[in-house]
């Protein structure tokens, strides 16, 4: 069983930057690969980022290569994502997720936070 509390959201301008952070309850943390997903008003959740558990690997949607970044610490049972140069239509609920898989689809993750919103004005 793992348990994912989201933290860092906010409200900022376009152009702006913010952490998300995601931290994990449990011994397992280590083992599971990570991902971060979000629901803006009216749409569909959807991917945004993942890495593998040792970290090695990450994978983007298009739409934010180039600008946020996932990354964790098994030490502190945390995940990250850094998020720079941020548009409006990043604006959504943030939730970070805990997978077996090294995967972008949402069926496939096991365990869920309960998400942290992020508004960016323009």
């Known amino acids: 069983q793992v348990q994912l509390v989201e933290s860092g959201g906010g409200l900022v301008q376009a152009g702006g930057s913010l952490r998300l952070s995601c931290a994990a309850s449990?011994?397992?943390?280590?083992?599971?690969?990570m991902g971060w997903f979000r629901q803006a008003p009216g749409k569909e959740r959807e991917f945004v980022a993942a890495?593998?558990?040792?970290?090695?690997?990450?994978y983007y949607v298009d739409s934010v290569k180039g600008r946020f970044t996932i990354s964790r610490d098994n030490a502190k049972n945390t995940v990250y994502l850094q998020m720079n140069s941020l548009k409006p239509e990043d604006t959504a609920v943030y939730y970070c997720?805990?997978?077996?898989?090294?995967?972008?689809?949402?069926?496939?993750?096991?365990?869920w936070g309960q998400g942290t919103q992020v508004t960016v004005s323009s």
């Open positions: 449990g011994r397992t943390f280590s083992s599971y690969h």
């Open positions: 890495i593998s558990w040792s970290g090695g690997s990450t």
């Open positions: 997720a805990a997978c077996t898989l090294f995967s972008t689809a949402l069926y496939e993750y096991d365990y």
